[in-house]
């Protein structure tokens, strides 16, 4: 039954269109197949970009590969910010004059870079008017009441449900702490699936091969293909020297902590 409307979007108190999803994750092992369903045929990361300002007060993308260059590191598929940057002080707290001013978003695909997606994945689904979207249960302001509201149980990661149209994808959800980009979305006909975990500054995409050939050419999104097994914690980049350690738990917008030493990749 439905319980809310939100935009575009319906919460609904019956989560069960997710237990597929449920099912075939892995038990939070921090890799691709702990966020998606193990099952795809091709997987892709889209990285969130950085942000430059403009001169005319605009917000410019800066890709990941821009950053790596001029810090004489790699770009590749496992490449994490903290790797190519080199200091853990640039996760948030500072910027690179002339290179980027706002580190990449974490836990939120962009709205620019959701919509492209949102647009790119139309094509490889047959209902792209019937999808489904999850949103971590966590976040101290969601526009609904706590515990009042069937929740799906990913590892670790508890959601609650919305459906409505692909073109919600880029849904900025009300409140200051809510994502700009729901956790998990994926159509009816499940011919692939789109994680962005609150933790990560990647989404990752599993579908068939054309479908992820197709995200992949698509020069609006910094993509790279992936395996399921590929881990997704800051020390998963074996290219570029990564410190040793963050100087502290790093978590922001309310999150919890993650497991000491296993802190997410960023």
Request: hydrophobic content about 40%.
């Amino acid at each position: 039954m439905d319980v809310a409307r939100f935009g575009d979007l319906t919460l609904v108190d019956d989560v069960s269109n997710a237990d597929w999803i449920v099912a075939s994750v892995r038990n939070f092992q921090y890799d691709v197949g702990s966020l998606l369903p193990v099952n795809f045929d091709a997987y892709a990361r889209v990285l969130h970009p950085a942000h430059r300002d403009g001169t005319a007060g605009d917000d410019l993308d800066v890709t990941w590969a821009d950053v790596a260059a001029a810090n004489g590191r790699v770009a590749h598929a496992a490449m994490e910010w903290i790797a190519i940057t080199g200091d853990w002080s640039f996760m948030a707290q500072r910027n690179q004059p002339g290179l980027w001013d706002h580190a990449p978003s974490t836990g939120s695909l962009p709205q620019r870079q959701a919509t492209r997606l949102a647009d790119v994945l139309k094509r490889f689904t047959q209902d792209p008017s019937e999808c489904w979207f999850a949103v971590w249960d966590g976040y101290g302001d969601a526009p609904y009441r706590r515990g009042t509201v069937a929740l799906i149980q990913m590892p670790q990661r508890p959601m609650v449900l919305l459906r409505g149209p692909l073109t919600a994808a880029a849904t900025a959800f009300s409140g200051r702490q809510w994502p700009e980009s729901a956790s998990l979305w994926w159509p009816g006909d499940r011919t692939w699936c789109v994680a962005t975990d609150i933790d990560l500054m990647s989404t990752y995409v599993g579908g068939t091969r054309p479908c992820i050939d197709a995200v992949l050419a698509d020069e609006s999104l910094e993509a790279y293909e992936v395996s399921v097994d590929q881990t997704v914690h800051w020390r998963s980049d074996t290219i570029n020297p990564t410190p040793e350690s963050p100087p502290a738990p790093v978590t922001s917008r309310g999150r919890r902590p993650a497991p000491p030493g296993d802190t997410p990749g960023r």
